[in-house]
């Protein structure tokens, strides 16, 4: 591999040292260099296979592609690592959404009993921390936990019960911690088993180094639509994970539509996190639009009290009869999936609560025409009906996939069974070799005595067949 000093040592070098003096980044970890690498650092040469083994705007970063736009390992650049709670959003690092950066730590201003409602504002001893205020008591629905006021229901740090954390990437619903929808549990960490190589279709069944999974089956091709990213055939369209390209990810509370990283419907991307402009009390009316102390924000407007029928949740007027983040009151918010409708979380449209989550029971191959009835890992849910799903020329027959132009049992046809010694040759029942069909059953004119020479051609008694002429035994 061709080496050569390039431009990028200087801008490396004065990432580093900004670094340095920002307390939201962590360049490397020993001495200043990046990992595995020698002084002074080298850039790849830009015609070198591994530099232009990435597609745009992926880099190269330790020998993977990576995009610098959200990963918190190389924010903004290779090697740049954001601190513990931290994410990264539009290359730079960031507090995730809900939480505030005061001093070098995300917090949640809402609940934390040493920063309630403004960084460095603690509550008293015998006081904790609901929605931005210190009070004697948590609002209803709410429980203290170490002096902030939680939802037990949803809360992934404190489900169930206080200090009860959620693990393997799994999310607190009806204060439990269960995988995200369309994920399984394998081996401590949830994934889908529709695209997971390493769990492709079951927990532990792993594809081979040239195959990549899809709909739960290992396969040298992804079909038409999909993309192989990382061993997954997925649709670039509307991916998270991989939004546009394989390894862009949506971040700051967007997700992926028409290949592209969008906030949801009537919020706005400020500072690299999706908020909601007409009650967000950083961002009323405008990004960076924020509030005075002891304001509201009402409807994109700043004032001293909320609208009816809203109320005052953190700073925003809030409509807590709709609203996911807080409905039927102030920090209850409803699980991924659920949406708030007369102040109760429930199922969007004709989905209904299946176990611990929402599922429409016309699609969902988990519970397909009713809770609990899943379809075999070939088949999809289609109006409530679990059908196989073949690939290439195969057909379903009877829950199997079948080539109807060679099965035996299926020849040019569910069901039509090639009977009588006969083949499937092209989708039709035939013969063999020189044989004939003589009343459905086949048979060789040249030594068949009961078709010598021509069908039902009989030979008399004490003759056989031969060369198609009837002879005299010998």
């Not at 992926?256 to 991307?269: F, M």
Request: with cysteine; proline share 4%; hydrophobic share 30%.
């Amino acid at each position: 591999m061709r080496l050569r000093p390039g431009p990028r040592v200087m801008f490396l070098l004065l990432a580093m040292s900004c670094s340095r003096a920002n307390p939201l980044y962590t360049p490397w970890t020993d001495g200043g260099l990046p990992p595995n690498a020698d002084a002074p650092t080298l850039e790849l040469a830009p015609d070198s296979p591994a530099e232009a083994a990435c597609n745009a705007p992926l880099q190269i970063c330790g020998g993977a592609c990576v995009d610098v736009q959200s990963d918190s390992s190389n924010c903004g650049i290779c090697g740049m690592v954001c601190v513990q709670g931290f994410t990264c959003a539009s290359g730079g690092c960031a507090c995730p959404s809900q939480k505030s950066q005061c001093g070098n730590r995300c917090v949640d201003l809402l609940r934390s009993p040493m920063n309630c409602g403004a960084c460095g504002q603690g509550c008293a001893s015998d006081q904790v921390c609901s929605q931005g205020h210190c009070s004697t008591a948590c609002f209803q629905g709410l429980t203290a936990c170490s002096g902030a006021c939680v939802n037990l229901a949803s809360d992934p740090t404190n489900c169930g019960a206080c200090a009860a954390t959620c693990g393997g990437g799994k999310e607190c619903r009806q204060a439990r911690c269960v995988c995200p929808l369309g994920e399984v549990a394998c081996g401590g960490a949830c994934v889908r088993l529709s695209v997971n190589s390493a769990n492709c279709g079951a927990c532990g069944h792993a594809c081979g180094s040239h195959e990549s999974c899809s709909l739960g089956h290992c396969i040298s091709d992804c079909p038409t639509g999909l993309v192989s990213c990382a061993g997954a055939c997925v649709d670039t369209t509307g991916d998270s994970t991989n939004c546009g390209a394989c390894g862009i990810k949506c971040s700051g509370g967007t997700s992926c539509a028409a290949g592209t990283c969008e906030c949801p419907a009537g919020q706005t991307l400020c500072g690299g996190t999706c908020v909601d402009l007409t009650s967000d009390v950083a961002n009323c009316g405008a990004c960076a639009s924020a509030c005075a102390i002891g304001q509201v924000c009402d409807q994109s407007a700043c004032a001293m009290l909320c609208s009816d029928p809203r109320m005052s949740c953190g700073g925003g007027c809030i409509d807590t009869t709709t609203s996911v983040a807080n409905c039927g009151g102030c920090g209850v918010s409803c699980a991924m999936g659920l949406t708030c409708a007369a102040s109760a979380c429930v199922c969007p449209g004709t989905e209904v609560m299946c176990a611990t989550q929402c599922a429409d029971t016309a699609s969902d191959a988990a519970n397909c025409g009713g809770c609990g009835k899943a379809c075999r890992t070939n088949e999809v849910c289609s109006a409530g009906v679990c059908t196989v799903t073949c690939a290439g020329n195969l057909v379903a027959c009877g829950g199997d996939c079948v080539d109807l132009q060679t099965s035996l049992t299926n020849c040019g046809g569910c069901g039509l069974t090639c009977s009588g010694g006969t083949v499937c040759t092209s989708g039709r029942c035939r013969c063999m070799g020189a044989e004939v069909s003589c009343s459905g059953v086949c048979s060789d004119l040249t030594n068949d005595s009961r078709h010598c020479g021509g069908c039902l051609t009989v030979c008399d008694p004490g003759q056989i067949c031969s060369g198609s002429r009837c002879v005299a035994r010998h």
